[in-house]
Antibody
Framework: EVQLVESGGGLVQPGRSLRLSCAASGFTFDDYAMHWVRQAPGKGLEWVSGISWNSGRTGYADSVKGRFTISRDSAKNSLYLQMNSLRLEDTALYYC???????????????WGQGTMVTVSS | QSVLTQPPSASGTPGQRVTISCSGS????????VSWLQQFPGTAPRLLMY???RRPSGVPDRFSGSKSGTSASLAISGLQSEDEAIYYCATWDDSLSGHVVFGGGTKLTVL
């Protein structure tokens, strides 16, 4: 079964850090780009970051550039999002999504995880 | 304010045909493929359409997509009550260093 399982969310104070993980199974992880998409409570979808199949290209939303870092580990079939200097506005459900292609420059996300909630609050 | 513009709501009665629009610019829809996602409350989004008009396996052929210039549309024919959901369009935007952009979402109500 093709599956993405996120973990690492939680309650964190502003300015602190958090690292999200996404475990992939049921498909050849190395063959696809991967992305993080978030959704604030009651709001729409917002792309956070993406990484190509071989980590050769990464992309970030302006709202997280310089604070978040995306990475992947093919040996562990896992995707990560290191989030530093967290802000109140980073509070959201963070989804891991598989791209239907190897390149990061696309928006066909064909597999989604169930999401992990990040709450930034003092 | 989303880069891609969608109507906040749409509605139709069972059996009707409904169209949801998505308007962008030359840096996004004008030069890249459009995807559509469907999201039910409390669940993760599901890919409904990609490459403008291609359906993933399992998506009924009642759903169809199109793109013209800097706009795209999702059409749902033979509307069913289970189609009531929020629909998002998405595409790559070539501006700056490149990024994915989403529409604000359209809440479809089946009357």
């Amino acid at each position: 079964e093709v599956q993405l399982v996120e973990s690492g969310g939680g309650l964190v104070q502003p300015g602190r850090s958090l690292r999200l993980s996404c475990a992939a199974s049921g498909f050849t992880f190395d063959d696809y780009a991967m992305h993080w998409v978030r959704q604030a409570p009651g709001k729409g979808l917002e792309w956070v970051s993406g990484i190509s199949w071989n980590s050769g290209r990464t992309g970030y939303a302006d709202s997280v550039k310089g604070r978040f870092t995306i990475s992947r580990d093919s040996a562990k079939n896992s995707l990560y999002l290191q989030m530093n200097s967290l802000r109140l506005e980073d509070t959201a459900l963070y989804y891991c999504a598989k791209a239907a292609d190897i390149v990061v420059s696309g928006a066909a996300f064909d597999i989604w995880g169930q999401g992990t909630m990040v709450t930034v609050s003092s | 304010q989303s880069v891609l513009t969608q109507p906040p709501s749409a509605s139709g009665t069972p059996g009707q045909r409904v169209t949801i629009s998505c308007s962008g610019s030359t840096s996004n829809i004008g030069g890249n493929s459009v995807s559509w996602l469907q999201q039910f409350p409390g669940t993760a989004p599901r890919l409904l359409m990609y490459s403008n008009n291609r359906r993933p396996s399992g998506v009924p052929d009642r759903f169809s997509g199109s793109k013209s210039g800097t706009s795209a549309s999702l059409a749902i024919s033979g509307l069913q009550s289970e189609d009531e959901a929020i629909y998002y369009c998405a595409t790559w935007d070539d501006s700056l260093s490149g990024h994915v952009v989403f529409g604000g979402g359209t809440k479809l109500t089946v009357l």
